[in-house]
């Protein structure tokens, strides 16, 4: 289960630590349903929470320069969790 995904940097991209932390819930979701500990309920209940989590985006300007993750990658890899979690919950 342990992948390595690198993001590239981008101005005006998606705060690191908004990032960061959103893909530990989703791993973590991962692991509790791997380990079979997770109710369709609290499953249900963990990923609005997850979807509600912030991705703020760096302000770019004269002043400062914001480089967060690439809006793009970020989007497609938190897409392909969910795409994992959906299709482990409907094995």
């Given at each position: 289960?342990?992948?390595s995904?690198?993001?590239?940097?981008?101005?005006?991209?998606y705060n690191k630590e908004d990032v960061l932390k959103k893909v530990e819930a989703y791993t973590a979701v991962l692991v509790m349903?791997?380990?079979?500990?997770?109710?369709l309920m609290r499953l249900n209940?963990?990923?609005?929470?997850?979807?509600s989590m912030p991705l703020r985006r760096l302000k770019?300007?004269?002043?400062?320069?914001?480089s967060g993750y690439s809006v793009k990658?970020?989007?497609?890899?938190?897409?392909?969790m969910e795409d994992k979690i959906n299709r482990f919950t409907y094995l």
């Open positions: 289960m342990s992948e995904v690198v993001f590239s940097s981008e101005r005006g991209g349903l791997h380990d079979s500990n997770m109710s209940a963990e990923l609005e929470r997850i979807r770019v300007g004269f002043i400062s320069t914001g990658q970020t989007d497609d890899y938190l897409s392909q």
